[in-house]
T-cell receptor, first 116, second 116 residues
Framework: GAVVSQHPSWVICKSGTSVKIECRSL??????MFWYRQFPKQSLMLMAT?????????EQGVEKDKFLINHASLTLSTLTVTSAHPEDSSFYIC????????????FGDGTRLSIL | GESVGLHLPTLSVQEGDNSIINCAYS??????FIWYKQESGKGPQFIID?????DKRQGQRVTVLLNKTVKHLSLQIAATQPGDSAVYFC???????????????FGTGTRLTIIP
Protein backbone atom coordinates (compact mmCIF):
# COMPACT_ATOMS: atom_id res chain seq x y z
CA GLY A 1 0.00 0.00 0.00
CA ALA A 2 0.87 3.69 -0.07
CA VAL A 3 -1.06 5.53 2.56
CA VAL A 4 -0.54 9.20 3.27
CA SER A 5 -2.17 10.73 6.30
CA GLN A 6 -2.75 14.43 6.69
CA HIS A 7 -3.78 16.17 9.89
CA PRO A 8 -5.85 18.08 10.74
CA SER A 9 -8.69 17.73 8.25
CA TRP A 10 -10.29 21.05 9.17
CA VAL A 11 -8.92 24.16 10.79
CA ILE A 12 -10.82 27.32 11.58
CA CYS A 13 -8.86 30.09 13.24
CA LYS A 14 -8.56 33.81 13.66
CA SER A 15 -6.54 36.05 11.41
CA GLY A 16 -2.93 36.34 12.56
CA THR A 17 -2.74 32.77 13.89
CA SER A 18 -0.10 30.33 12.70
CA VAL A 19 -1.35 26.90 11.67
CA LYS A 20 0.67 23.71 11.35
CA ILE A 21 -0.38 20.88 9.03
CA GLU A 22 1.21 17.45 9.23
CA CYS A 23 1.73 14.98 6.42
CA ARG A 24 2.78 11.43 7.18
CA SER A 25 3.56 8.48 4.96
CA LEU A 26 2.25 5.57 7.00
CA UNK A 27 3.56 2.50 5.23
CA UNK A 28 6.49 3.68 3.18
CA UNK A 29 9.48 5.99 3.39
CA UNK A 30 9.14 9.19 1.43
CA UNK A 31 12.35 10.94 0.52
CA UNK A 32 10.27 13.60 -1.19
CA MET A 33 6.98 15.15 -0.18
CA PHE A 34 5.02 17.83 -1.96
CA TRP A 35 2.59 20.51 -0.83
CA TYR A 36 -0.27 21.68 -3.03
CA ARG A 37 -3.02 24.22 -2.78
CA GLN A 38 -6.41 23.78 -4.38
CA PHE A 39 -9.09 26.42 -4.79
CA PRO A 40 -12.74 25.40 -5.21
CA LYS A 41 -13.46 23.69 -8.52
CA GLN A 42 -9.90 24.17 -9.64
CA SER A 43 -6.88 22.01 -10.15
CA LEU A 44 -4.01 21.43 -7.76
CA MET A 45 -1.15 23.92 -7.78
CA LEU A 46 2.26 22.86 -6.50
CA MET A 47 3.51 25.12 -3.73
CA ALA A 48 6.74 23.47 -2.72
CA THR A 49 8.80 20.32 -2.80
CA UNK A 50 10.15 18.98 0.45
CA UNK A 51 13.18 16.71 0.61
CA UNK A 52 14.09 14.92 3.81
CA UNK A 53 16.96 16.61 5.58
CA UNK A 54 17.23 19.60 3.27
CA UNK A 55 15.51 22.90 2.59
CA UNK A 56 12.28 22.92 0.67
CA UNK A 57 12.11 24.19 -2.89
CA UNK A 58 9.33 26.71 -3.41
CA GLU A 59 7.47 27.44 -6.61
CA GLN A 60 7.52 30.90 -8.08
CA GLY A 61 5.16 33.22 -6.27
CA VAL A 62 5.01 31.19 -3.05
CA GLU A 63 6.32 33.06 -0.03
CA LYS A 64 8.89 31.04 1.89
CA ASP A 65 8.37 33.01 5.07
CA LYS A 66 4.61 32.57 4.89
CA PHE A 67 4.62 28.84 4.24
CA LEU A 68 7.28 27.17 6.34
CA ILE A 69 8.06 23.58 5.44
CA ASN A 70 9.99 21.09 7.50
CA HIS A 71 10.79 17.52 6.43
CA ALA A 72 12.62 16.15 9.44
CA SER A 73 12.14 12.45 8.79
CA LEU A 74 11.39 10.03 5.97
CA THR A 75 7.77 9.82 7.05
CA LEU A 76 6.85 13.33 8.17
CA SER A 77 6.66 16.74 6.56
CA THR A 78 4.95 19.76 8.06
CA LEU A 79 3.59 22.95 6.53
CA THR A 80 3.15 25.95 8.80
CA VAL A 81 1.07 28.83 7.55
CA THR A 82 2.41 31.76 9.51
CA SER A 83 0.30 34.75 10.49
CA ALA A 84 -2.56 33.44 8.41
CA HIS A 85 -5.02 35.84 6.81
CA PRO A 86 -8.37 35.24 5.09
CA GLU A 87 -6.69 35.07 1.68
CA ASP A 88 -4.76 32.02 2.93
CA SER A 89 -8.02 30.14 3.29
CA SER A 90 -7.85 27.15 0.97
CA PHE A 91 -7.59 23.37 0.67
CA TYR A 92 -4.02 22.27 1.29
CA ILE A 93 -2.98 18.81 0.15
CA CYS A 94 0.27 16.96 0.63
CA UNK A 95 1.68 14.05 -1.30
CA UNK A 96 4.56 11.66 -0.86
CA UNK A 97 6.61 9.65 -3.27
CA UNK A 98 8.89 6.69 -2.87
CA UNK A 99 12.41 6.72 -4.21
CA UNK A 100 13.41 6.77 -7.05
CA UNK A 101 11.66 9.38 -9.14
CA UNK A 102 9.06 8.71 -11.80
CA UNK A 103 6.79 6.95 -9.39
CA UNK A 104 3.29 8.11 -8.53
CA UNK A 105 2.74 10.62 -5.82
CA UNK A 106 0.27 9.46 -3.21
CA PHE A 107 -1.92 12.11 -1.66
CA GLY A 108 -3.34 12.80 1.74
CA ASP A 109 -6.98 13.79 2.15
CA GLY A 110 -6.19 17.46 2.50
CA THR A 111 -6.67 20.14 5.13
CA ARG A 112 -9.46 22.67 4.80
CA LEU A 113 -8.11 25.92 6.26
CA SER A 114 -10.54 28.73 7.02
CA ILE A 115 -9.19 32.00 8.39
CA LEU A 116 -11.76 34.31 9.95
CA GLY B 1 5.47 26.76 -21.13
CA GLU B 2 3.92 23.63 -19.79
CA SER B 3 0.23 22.96 -19.71
CA VAL B 4 -2.00 20.00 -19.35
CA GLY B 5 -5.59 20.44 -20.38
CA LEU B 6 -8.74 18.44 -20.68
CA HIS B 7 -11.15 18.63 -23.59
CA LEU B 8 -14.38 18.25 -21.60
CA PRO B 9 -15.08 19.71 -18.19
CA THR B 10 -18.09 17.41 -17.54
CA LEU B 11 -19.11 13.97 -18.69
CA SER B 12 -22.26 12.00 -17.91
CA VAL B 13 -22.37 8.28 -18.57
CA GLN B 14 -25.04 5.68 -18.01
CA GLU B 15 -24.17 3.11 -15.39
CA GLY B 16 -22.66 0.06 -17.00
CA ASP B 17 -21.44 1.92 -20.05
CA ASN B 18 -17.80 2.69 -20.80
CA SER B 19 -16.41 6.19 -20.41
CA ILE B 20 -13.46 7.93 -21.99
CA ILE B 21 -11.80 11.00 -20.52
CA ASN B 22 -9.32 12.86 -22.69
CA CYS B 23 -6.34 15.02 -21.89
CA ALA B 24 -3.87 17.05 -23.96
CA TYR B 25 -0.39 17.94 -22.83
CA SER B 26 2.07 20.38 -24.28
CA UNK B 27 5.53 19.37 -23.08
CA UNK B 28 6.96 16.80 -25.45
CA UNK B 29 9.79 16.16 -22.98
CA UNK B 30 7.40 14.74 -20.38
CA UNK B 31 8.04 11.06 -19.83
CA UNK B 32 5.59 10.05 -17.16
CA PHE B 33 1.84 10.53 -16.87
CA ILE B 34 -0.64 9.75 -14.13
CA TRP B 35 -4.41 9.70 -13.81
CA TYR B 36 -5.98 10.62 -10.49
CA LYS B 37 -9.54 10.46 -9.18
CA GLN B 38 -10.68 13.05 -6.68
CA GLU B 39 -13.88 12.74 -4.70
CA SER B 40 -15.42 15.71 -2.98
CA GLY B 41 -13.46 16.84 0.07
CA LYS B 42 -10.71 14.29 -0.44
CA GLY B 43 -7.25 14.19 -1.91
CA PRO B 44 -6.50 12.74 -5.35
CA GLN B 45 -6.41 8.98 -5.53
CA PHE B 46 -3.95 7.27 -7.85
CA ILE B 47 -5.65 5.30 -10.63
CA ILE B 48 -3.05 4.38 -13.20
CA ASP B 49 0.18 5.66 -14.70
CA UNK B 50 2.06 5.27 -17.93
CA UNK B 51 5.59 5.99 -19.04
CA UNK B 52 6.44 7.52 -22.37
CA UNK B 53 7.96 4.31 -23.70
CA UNK B 54 4.50 2.74 -23.68
CA ASP B 55 1.32 3.59 -25.55
CA LYS B 56 -1.17 1.55 -23.55
CA ARG B 57 -1.50 0.25 -20.04
CA GLN B 58 -4.36 -1.61 -18.44
CA GLY B 59 -5.55 -1.91 -14.89
CA GLN B 60 -8.68 -3.19 -13.29
CA ARG B 61 -11.50 -1.72 -15.44
CA VAL B 62 -9.23 1.13 -16.51
CA THR B 63 -7.00 1.63 -19.52
CA VAL B 64 -4.71 4.54 -20.24
CA LEU B 65 -3.68 5.34 -23.79
CA LEU B 66 -0.80 7.61 -24.67
CA ASN B 67 -0.31 9.15 -28.10
CA LYS B 68 2.98 11.00 -28.09
CA THR B 69 2.63 12.11 -31.68
CA VAL B 70 -0.32 14.35 -30.88
CA LYS B 71 0.48 14.68 -27.16
CA HIS B 72 -2.77 13.14 -26.06
CA LEU B 73 -3.68 10.98 -23.10
CA SER B 74 -6.94 9.21 -22.38
CA LEU B 75 -8.48 7.24 -19.56
CA GLN B 76 -11.02 4.57 -20.35
CA ILE B 77 -13.23 3.23 -17.59
CA ALA B 78 -15.13 0.07 -18.42
CA ALA B 79 -18.53 -0.90 -17.03
CA THR B 80 -18.90 2.27 -15.01
CA GLN B 81 -20.35 2.14 -11.52
CA PRO B 82 -21.89 4.86 -9.33
CA GLY B 83 -18.68 4.92 -7.30
CA ASP B 84 -16.81 6.10 -10.37
CA SER B 85 -18.50 9.51 -10.12
CA ALA B 86 -15.73 11.99 -9.28
CA VAL B 87 -13.38 14.52 -10.83
CA TYR B 88 -10.59 12.97 -12.86
CA PHE B 89 -7.27 14.69 -13.38
CA CYS B 90 -4.49 13.83 -15.73
CA UNK B 91 -1.05 14.85 -14.54
CA UNK B 92 2.19 15.27 -16.38
CA UNK B 93 5.49 14.69 -14.63
CA UNK B 94 8.24 17.01 -15.74
CA UNK B 95 11.88 16.74 -14.73
CA UNK B 96 13.40 20.10 -13.90
CA UNK B 97 17.17 19.98 -14.02
CA UNK B 98 17.52 23.58 -12.82
CA UNK B 99 15.47 22.77 -9.72
CA UNK B 100 16.92 19.33 -9.20
CA UNK B 101 13.47 17.83 -8.85
CA UNK B 102 10.33 17.05 -10.73
CA UNK B 103 6.98 18.80 -10.97
CA UNK B 104 3.59 17.22 -11.37
CA UNK B 105 1.36 19.49 -13.45
CA PHE B 106 -2.33 18.77 -13.25
CA GLY B 107 -4.96 19.29 -15.90
CA THR B 108 -8.11 21.24 -15.19
CA GLY B 109 -10.13 18.12 -14.38
CA THR B 110 -13.21 16.39 -15.80
CA ARG B 111 -16.25 15.76 -13.65
CA LEU B 112 -17.60 12.31 -14.41
CA THR B 113 -21.18 11.61 -13.38
CA ILE B 114 -22.55 8.08 -13.57
CA ILE B 115 -26.28 8.03 -14.15
CA PRO B 116 -28.02 5.11 -12.39
Amino acid sequence: GAVVSQHPSWVICKSGTSVKIECRSLDFQATTMFWYRQFPKQSLMLMATSNEGSKATYEQGVEKDKFLINHASLTLSTLTVTSAHPEDSSFYICSARRWPRNQPQHFGDGTRLSIL
Amino acid sequence: GESVGLHLPTLSVQEGDNSIINCAYSNSASDYFIWYKQESGKGPQFIIDIRSNMDKRQGQRVTVLLNKTVKHLSLQIAATQPGDSAVYFCAENIERTNFGNEKLTFGTGTRLTIIP
